[in-house]
C-alpha cells in the first residue's frame, strides 16, 4: 500500500520582483540591498501580522501560505502600497517592484514545502500581473469582493502556461499611486431599460474617417435618447472609453446601465456598411447583432434602423409611441453632412486651437445646404462656448451673428433637442431672455428626458433664477446621465458651487471650489469663488491675482455674463466682486 499524501486546503501567494535581472546588471550590489531591506522591513513582517507563512523564497520571488484569502490578499495589498511608498525617492528605472499572484486550492503537503495545483496557478497568476499589481483567481475574489476595500477587476479567463483549464483572472493594478482605493459607490440601475453606446470602430482603412464614425454614433445616442421609455447614457461618457479595450462588464458597473450597445462604421465610396450589437452588461449575454448597408446620402434611415432595432431588443413594447420621433430627413447634400461631422469633432475637443477651425467647418456646411439646421445651430453654439474654451471674447458683431444663426436654426427646426437646448442657452446668455431660454429646456425634457446638456443647462438657468436647489437637483440628474465624462463633472462642479453660494452655504461652496480648483487650476469659476468667500485674505487676494494673470483680455461684461443673475441682491453682490477684481468695462 503506497504512502499516504498529506493534502490541505490553502490561500497561496506568489510574487516577484520585476526585471530585476535588469536591477542587477545596472547595480548589483544596490540592488541585493534593496532586495534583503524589503523582505525584512516589508515582506516579511506584513506576512506575519497577517498570520501567514513563508515557506519557500527563491532568488528575488517568494511564496507564501495563508488561511484565507482574506488574509492573502489583504497582506498583498499591504505589501505593494509600503514597496510603492519605500521606491519613492528612487527613478523610476531603479523602482523595486513586485507582481504578486493569489489562488485558493488544493496544495500537498512535503515537510515544510507545498506543491500541487494550488501553487501553480499562483505562480502563474502572478506572471501575468502588471509591476506593482495583484492578480487573483475566481476562488479568491469570490472570497475577497465584500470583505476588503480594494476593486479587482474582472480580465475574463485566460489561459495560463501549463495550467488545463483557463482561469478567471481578477486584476488590480496600482502600483504607480496609492494602490488601496475605496470601492466607488455603485449606480443603482434606473427603473427603465438602460443603455450606453461605445465609439464605433472606424472599419474604413482611413484614420481620417475617424470622425465619420464618431459622428455616426452621436445620431445613434440621439435616436435612442428620443425614446422617453429607455434611460441612455450621455456621448461624453460613452467616448471615454474610445480607444481602449473594454470590459462590457465593468463598463456595465461605471456607467450604471444594464445595456451596452457596440459596433463599427466603414464607409467605402458612396456606400457605408453599420454594424451593431447588443450585449447585456450583467451577464456579457450577446442579444442582438445585425449590420446595416445603404447609400451614404440614406445615413439617416441606416442609423434610425440602428437605433430602432436596439430599442426592439430591449423593449419591444415600448417601441411604437416613440418610433417616429427618432426619425429624421437625410441632407440633401452629403458634402454638408460630411463638413458638419468635421465641425462637431473640432468643436468637443473644447480648446481654443480648434474653435475657428469647427466654426469654419460649420459655415461651409451652411453654404452647401442652407437647410441644414443643426449646423446653423452647432455654429452658434461654437461662438458661445469660444470664451468658455479659452479663446477671444464675442464682439458685439460676433453676439449678433449667434442670435441671427440660433434664430435660422429655429425656423428650419423646432423640434430637434440639440436645437432646441442650445437656443435656450443661446438666449439666455447673450441675450438676457431667461424665461424663453427656460421654456426652450423644458420643451427639450419634456420631448427627451435623457438628454444630459439639456439638465445642465435647466442647472444653469435655476441658477440665474435663484433657485438653489433646482440647481442641484439639475446637476445631480445630469451627472447621473453623463456619469464618467470630465468636462461634464467639472460643468457639475462649477453649477453645484455655485448653487450652494446661492442657497447661502459660503462655506460649502468653498469646498467645492477647492475641489474643482484641484481637477483645474485655472478654473475661473472656481477662482472667481475662492476670492468672493474665503474667509482668508491672504488667499482670497491670491485668486484675485491669478484671474488677472490668466485672463487679462477679461472685461467686466464677461464676468456678468458668465455670473448671471435675475435677482437683485445676487446681482448686487456678484456686481461688488467684479468692481473688486478691476477689470475695464
Known amino acids: 500500500m503506497g504512502e499516504r499524501v498529506e493534502r490541505r486546503l490553502a490561500a497561496i501567494l506568489a510574487a516577484d520582483v520585476v526585471g530585476y535581472s535588469r536591477l542587477v546588471s545596472a547595480d548589483e550590489a544596490g540592488a541585493l540591498t534593496h532586495l534583503g531591506k524589503l523582505r525584512r522591513d516589508i515582506i516579511e513582517p506584513n506576512i506575519a501580522s497577517h498570520s501567514g507563512r513563508l515557506f519557500k523564497a527563491m532568488g528575488d520571488g517568494f511564496l507564501a501560505e495563508f ?14 502600497r509600503e514597496t510603492e511608498a519605500a521606491s519613492s525617492g528612487f527613478e523610476e528605472g531603479k523602482k523595486m517592484r513586485l507582481r504578486i499572484g493569489i489562488h485558493v486550492g488544493d496544495v500537498v503537503v512535503e515537510g515544510d514545502d507545498l506543491m500541487g495545483d494550488g501553487v501553480n496557478i499562483a505562480a502563474r497568476l502572478e506572471s501575468v500581473a502588471v509591476p506593482g499589481g495583484i492578480s487573483i483567481s475566481r476562488a479568491v475574489h469570490d472570497q475577497v469582493r465584500d470583505r476588503i476595500d480594494t476593486v479587482f477587476d474582472d480580465k475574463g479567463e485566460i489561459a495560463l502556461k501549463n495550467i488545463t483549464r483557463p482561469v478567471q ?4 493594478a496600482g502600483a504607480n499611486s496609492v494602490l488601496v482605493k475605496t470601492t466607488p459607490p455603485a449606480l443603482v440601475l434606473p427603473d427603465k431599460p438602460s443603455i450606453a453606446v461605445l465609439p464605433f470602430q472606424n472599419m474604413s482603412g482611413d484614420p ?9 454614433v452621436e445620431e445613434i445616442i440621439t435616436a435612442l435618447s428620443r425614446f422617453k421609455s429607455l434611460f441612455v447614457i450621455a456621448r461624453n461618457s460613452s467616448f471615454t472609453y474610445k480607444g481602449k479595450a473594454v470590459d462590457i462588464k465593468q463598463v456595465g458597473r461605471e456607467l450604471g446601465v444594464r445595456y451596452v450597445l457596440e459596433g463599427s462604421v466603414r464607409k467605402a465610396g458612396n456606400r457605408l456598411r453599420i454594424t451593431g450589437q447588443l450585449i447585456d452588461a450583467a451577464t456579457g449575454a450577446h442579444l442582438w447583432a445585425d449590420k446595416f448597408e445603404g447609400e451614404l446620402l440614406d445615413v439617416f434611415d441606416l442609423q434610425d434602423n ?12 415600448l417601441l411604437a409611441a416613440d418610433a417616429e420621433l427618432a426619425r429624421r430627413k437625410s441632407p440633401e447634400n452629403w458634402d ?14 473644447r480648446n481654443p486651437g480648434t474653435a475657428d477651425q469647427s466654426l469654419e467647418l460649420l459655415q461651409k456646411a451652411i453654404s452647401l445646404n442652407p437647410e441644414f439646421a443643426l449646423a446653423y445651430i452647432r455654429a452658434a453654439a461654437c ?5 468658455a474654451h479659452g479663446g477671444r471674447s464675442l464682439s458685439q458683431e460676433e453676439r449678433s451673428e449667434a442670435l441671427r444663426l440660433t434664430n435660422c436654426a429655429l425656423a428650419l427646426d423646432d423640434e430637434n433637442e440639440w436645437i432646441l437646448g442650445w437656443a435656450g442657452m443661446i438666449f439666455v446668455l447673450l441675450n ?11 420643451r427639450v425634457l419634456v420631448n427627451n428626458p435623457n438628454f444630459a446638456n439639456a439638465w445642465n443647462a435647466r442647472g444653469f438657468i435655476s441658477l440665474i433664477r435663484g433657485d438653489g436647489a433646482r440647481a442641484l437637483e439639475s446637476f445631480d440628474h445630469s451627472t447621473r446621465l453623463n456619469p464618467v465624462d470630465d468636462w461634464s463633472a467639472v460643468n457639475a462642479m462649477q453649477g453645484k458651487m455655485s448653487a450652494l453660494w446661492v442657497l447661502g452655504r459660503y462655506s460649502d461652496a468653498l469646498e467645492f471650489a477647492d475641489r474643482l480648483l484641484a481637477r483645474r487650476p485655472n478654473d475661473i469659476r472656481g477662482l472667481f469663488m475662492v476670492f468672493s468667500t474665503d474667509p482668508d485674505p491672504t488667499r482670497a487676494a491670491k485668486a484675485g491675482d491669478r484671474i488677472r494673470t490668466l485672463y487679462p483680455h477679461l472685461r467686466s461684461s464677461d464676468l456678468r455674463q458668465l455670473f448671471f443673475f435675475q435677482s437683485p441682491r445676487h446681482r448686487a453682490m456678484v456686481e461688488e466682486i467684479i468692481a473688486r477684481l478691476g477689470f475695464p468695462d
Open 336 to 349: 454638408s453632412y460630411d463638413f458638419y461631422l468635421r465641425g462637431v469633432a473640432l468643436f468637443v475637443q
Open 432 to 442: 438676457g431672455e431667461v424665461d424663453r431660454g427656460s421654456d426652450l429646456i423644458e
Open 67 to 80: 488561511a484565507s484569502a482574506v488574509q492573502a490578499t489583504s497582506c498583498a495589498v499591504a505589501i505593494q
Open 306 to 317: 440602428v437605433a430602432m432595432s436596439v430599442v426592439g431588443a430591449i423593449a419591444p413594447r
Open 169 to 172: 483572472v481578477f486584476a488590480f
Open 383 to 387: 461662438l458661445l462656448m469660444r470664451p
Open 208 to 216: 481620417e474617417q475617424e470622425y465619420f464614425a464618431d459622428g455616426m
